[in-house]
């Protein structure tokens, strides 16, 4: 069972949901309640939406874990039948997303979710086969492709409100518009960065068995060193990027909530820098990647906080 929701990359996927309905709730039913007496799309069917994401958020995780066993099966002259069962399984889960989502995308006229939800999959499938293991290019797709799963939840309200209330919603003031776009990149931005980082890191991890594989990561290429210099800049900019979010935020919240955020936002990458310039072992490296995988929940922290900021200019 363990190995089975190690596959899937459970840690990712309970993400994807926790994210996905806290948006809903904290920022995009209260922003249009504001304007309209209803939401579009009913809980029942946002949770199916939810659950469209998973799917697809389990099959990228598992074609990943397919492409990587497939190299070592080419490399040992090999074929599993666990390989071929990963590839039926990715078949499978993006089936059951992309259906979902289709229900989703012809019931509201959506269709743009849909056709976001195919792009999605099919670059999930290019990423893992092509460019995983090629230097800078594979670390920026997955955090593209990550960034744009969370931005999704947004999209789909927006374009469901562009369709049935077109007239009324460009009477919304254009402040309010240009703060609630700004949240989003915020948050979009917010998981490019963490989700470039992390994977970073993770090649550092594994920079011995990449070398072994013939894997040309940027850290085997250029040498762990640079990497982690690499990764200490983009944390900086990290910490910068958040700090100037909580000073635009400071006068519309209280003091304890500024803590919290600051806590939960910059203080953890403190220490993984620390311990980045320290570590000495692979051991202690694979214990930073585990780190940056819980300061995701800094983000829900940040969008829960953030509830209240979209009609005035804050950001």
């Not at 744009?148 to 927006?158: G, H, S, T, V, Y």
């Amino acid at each position: 069972m363990k190995e089975y929701l190690r596959l899937l990359g459970w840690q990712s996927l309970a993400l994807i949901l926790v994210l996905s309905l806290m948006i809903r709730a904290c920022l995009t039913i209260p922003f249009y309640k504001m304007y309209f007496p209803m939401t579009i799309i009913p809980s029942g069917d946002y949770l199916l939406f939810t659950f469209s994401l998973i799917f697809l958020m389990a099959g990228f995780n598992v074609i990943c874990s397919y492409f990587d066993t497939k190299m070592s099966d080419i490399l040992a002259n090999t074929e599993t039948l666990d390989n071929i069962k990963k590839l039926r399984l990715f078949y499978v889960l993006v089936v059951l997303g992309l259906g979902a989502l289709s229900y989703i995308s012809f019931k509201y006229h959506v269709w743009q979710i849909g056709a976001i939800g195919l792009v999605f999959a099919g670059l999930s499938y290019i990423y893992a086969y092509k460019y995983k293991r090629q230097d800078l290019i594979g670390n920026i797709s997955i955090a593209l492709l990550f960034s744009l799963l969370a931005f999704m939840p947004f999209l789909l309200e927006f374009f469901a409100f562009t369709h049935y209330q077109s007239e009324i919603l460009i009477q919304i003031p254009t402040s309010a518009w240009l703060t609630f776009f700004k949240l989003f990149a915020f948050f979009a931005g917010f998981v490019f960065l963490l989700t470039f980082i992390r994977d970073l890191t993770a090649d550092v991890a594994n920079i011995e068995q990449n070398k072994k594989d013939g894997f040309m990561t940027f850290a085997v290429r250029h040498g762990e060193k640079l990497t982690n210099k690499v990764l200490v800049v983009c944390s900086l900019v990290f910490m910068l990027f958040n700090a100037y979010f909580l000073y635009r935020m400071a006068d519309y919240m209280e003091i304890i909530h500024i803590v919290i955020l600051s806590l939960t936002n910059i203080v953890p990458f403190i220490y993984y820098i620390y311990k980045l310039l320290s570590a000495k072992r692979t051991e202690e490296v694979i214990m930073l990647y585990q780190l940056l995988g819980m300061i995701y929940i800094s983000l829900l922290f940040t969008i829960f906080y953030s509830q209240n900021l979209f009609t005035i200019d804050a950001i």
